[in-house]
């Protein structure tokens, strides 16, 4: 798997889907964390209905509805700012595998169950991506013995993401906290996520043509 995981991480194409696939993620979270964080419902259904009885009675908890919008937030911020992303999809998995349980539990219908189980997936795939960390947790103290720079992401070490990301996140949270249309938010975060990807490629660009004319 360490080769496989080599070869993919190798890959701009893979690069790129990595990064923008943790926006995606800890982007449409804030939305349904800010609903929670000001103790707002999050659905219209009737109690009469199983799904909006179940929500009705989480709302109903107050600090503890926060306290989960809380989490996503956070979990989101961390995944978004990539430098900590690690962390972040640590967190999320345990939030999406929960989330994914009660979608299977409650009668969501079919379609909210196949959405959560491409999102376990999703996180999934981000942990693997950072399985030489994480594996450090599973390794005992006396064998660990190998150099993490083998594992350099390539363009994944310009802060340009990070930046980039802590940019989405503050429109998410924006966008989420005054309750604005999520097309339209999605529609300006696509946006921009392609404006800054091309800028990065003419920016880099132009440093390597720097560089060889200095050589």
Known sequence: ?????????????????????????????????IVKIRNLPFTILSTETEVGHFFDALHRTGEYWQFLGWMQVIAAFFLMTQRWATIGAMLFFGIILNIFIITISVDFGIGTPIITFGMLLAITYLLLWDWNKIRLLFIPEHQINYNLTDWNPGIMAERFWMYLGGILFIISCIFGWNRMAPFLWLLLCISLGLIALILFFIINKNKKQKANLSD
């Open 1 to 33: 798997m360490t080769k496989i995981l080599q070869w993919l991480k190798s890959k701009i194409i893979f690069q790129i889907f990595t990064i923008y696939l943790r926006y995606l993620i800890g982007g449409a979270f804030v939305f349904a964390a």
